[in-house]
């Protein structure tokens, strides 16, 4: 029975290569993008058009791009949520002061 006399090489070639962490590290900092179309037709007729645009990229890489929806979307950030709900509250209270300034309602409690 035979036993590997050394532990197996990284990805690493010999001629200066990259290893897969080296690769991802690269591609996180840099960003890349991949765009294209997809279209189906039928006798010069577009049935379907699909629009892919896909940006791989780190979270800073992202923020310096300009692209930061994930801290205003509610269902991905806590702190979005709390705003939208500020913002409802607010929106509610101005309705019902308007409502109340106007006298809507006041004449259906009076007369229960």
Do not use: F
Not at 33 to 46: F, S, T
Not at 47 to 60: G, M, P, Y
Not at 64 to 71: N, P, R, T
């Amino acid at each position: 029975m035979t036993t590997a006399s050394r532990l197996p090489e990284t990805y690493r070639s010999e001629g200066g290569g990259a290893n897969l962490a080296d690769i991802l590290e690269r591609v996180l900092d840099k960003g890349i993008v991949i765009a294209g179309d997809i279209r189906i037709n039928l006798l010069d007729i577009e049935l379907l058009t699909i629009k892919l645009r896909l940006i791989v990229a780190s979270v800073d890489k992202a923020k310096e791009m300009g692209i930061d929806w994930w801290e205003d979307d509610p269902a991905l950030s806590s702190g979005a949520r709390r705003k939208e709900l500020a913002r409802e509250n607010a929106e509610l209270k101005e309705r019902l002061a308007e409502l109340e300034k106007s006298g809507i309602g006041r004449e259906e409690r009076d007369t229960a």
